[in-house]
């Protein structure tokens, strides 16, 4: 039998944390590593390929060629600590008003796998879908979640627990999550650098 739900989704690079957790993470790497300095020359094309495809997978992938899963073993666990200190003062508490309203709360994330369950464990989300990394490979996708692929992702968790769920409220910082929003019956758009709200 299927249960409908009032949900609330929200994206987490920009909308409850400052800064970039993907360019976060890399810049830490490049603190403690001279791997991913050896690489510089790949990510300075990667960088231009951004320009010209903005939702390509080359360049996300070749951005991060130098990752291995040693330095995620070995890096993300002090970097996650760390990149708490930048989540906006109201993310958590907006996240347990809502749960405490009765409704779904879900984290959908472009970033990757081995940051995001961390990096929100103890805002008690319903869900959490992020990208989803190769193991051995860490650099390369096997599911990114980014623009469309968000209510991709949500439509398949709501598919595997029985939920028709009603969205009632998706809270965001970029235009990129369009999809996400436009099934939302309020969209909340969140300043990236202040984490205050603002208008699309």
């Known amino acids: 039998m299927l249960q409908k739900r009032d949900v609330v989704v929200f994206d987490?690079?920009?909308t409850l944390s400052a800064f970039d957790s993907n360019i976060e993470?890399?810049?830490?790497?490049?603190?403690?590593?001279?791997?991913?300095?050896?690489?510089?020359?790949?990510i300075g094309?990667?960088?231009?390929?951004?320009?010209?495809?903005?939702?390509?997978m080359w360049w996300r992938e070749n951005m991060r060629r130098f990752m291995t899963p040693n330095m995620v073993k070995k890096y993300a666990p002090g970097f996650i600590e760390q990149h708490k200190m930048d989540r906006f003062g109201w993310a958590k508490e907006q996240v347990a008003s809502e749960r405490a309203a009765g409704r779904m709360v879900v984290l959908i994330s472009a970033s990757p796998d081995y940051l995001i369950p961390g990096l929100v464990r103890d805002m008690?989300?319903?869900?959490?879908?992020?990208?989803?990394m190769d193991a051995r490979r860490p650099w390369?996708?096997?599911?990114?979640?980014?623009?469309?692929?968000?209510?991709?992702?949500?439509?398949?968790?709501?598919?595997?627990?029985?939920?028709?769920?009603?969205?009632?409220r998706s809270y965001s910082?970029?235009?990129?999550?369009?999809?996400?929003?436009?099934?939302?019956?309020?969209?909340?758009?969140?300043d990236a650098k202040t984490g205050l709200r603002t208008q699309k």
């Open 124 to 132: 008690k989300f319903d869900a959490v879908m992020c990208s989803q």
């Open 140 to 168: 390369k996708y096997k599911f990114l979640c980014w623009g469309a692929n968000k209510v991709i992702a949500m439509d398949e968790w709501a598919k595997e627990n029985k939920i028709v769920p009603r969205v009632v």
């Open 12 to 14: 987490f690079d920009g």
């Open 173 to 190: 910082d970029s235009k990129t999550d369009m999809p996400m929003m436009e099934i939302a019956t309020e969209q909340v758009w969140i």
């Open 45 to 56: 094309v990667a960088a231009i390929a951004r320009r010209l495809n903005r939702g390509g």
């Open 25 to 42: 993470f890399a810049k830490y790497c490049f603190r403690r590593s001279v791997r991913p300095w050896i690489f510089l020359p790949m």
